[in-house]
């Protein structure tokens, strides 16, 4: 059994001028999923961003609803009462589903990036609930992600954006951890510089074992289960 084809956005947030820095996980997180999928990338002026698509199937094993295999009642030979049948297991099927992956980094300042994610969800038909944003994560360490189904910006500036463009803040999240600053310090100053810094070697290599193996199943995890639960 074959399931309608979904289609997905997944943002990749980041400063496009300044690759590879704290600040620019996400664009790093959607660079490796484009190159699983042997995705090319290419630029879209009129969204002011890079686009690379990706299709797949995946199986699904689906709950059968029981209005679709009632139990029936079965009158006894010398009554008319029904006789009790013995309540089922839960029974799932198995479906198949065509998912297109829309992957996409803005060409712009990260502060204003949400236009291009408004723009390419218009252009493309899909609705908020189908878009799903990567972005960099100060409260966590590197590595570790974290999946919010909706909420605040926490201060996030491309999130700010996003929720701006979109009119909304109804829209998935995928949070990576990138440490916090080695000093005590929170001032703003600390933290844009902590953020706008380059990763180390062994962050490279932990974000490679940590994130990139699985980040690509994560968002077809979240963006295809019907009840995935929200994690702050």
Known sequence: MASAPRHILVVGLGNYTHPRTRHNVGMMVVDSIAQRFNAPWSKKGAWQAEVATATTTITLK???????????????????????VPRKKEQFELTTLELTLTLLKSLQLMNVSG???????????????????????LERDVGKISFKNEGSANGHNGIKSCMKSLGTQHFKRLRVGIGRPPTASRSSKAVADFVLGRFKQQEIEQLEQLVYEKAGDEIIRVTTSPTVPMKR
Do not use: M
């Open 62 to 84: 689906r709950r059968i609803p029981a209005s679709r295999n009632p139990p029936a009642a079965v009158a006894a030979a010398d009554t008319t009462l029904p006789v009790p």
């Open 115 to 137: 236009t291009s994610v408004s723009r390419a969800a218009r252009d493309l038909g899909i609705p908020v609930t189908d878009i799903l944003v990567i972005h960099d994560d």
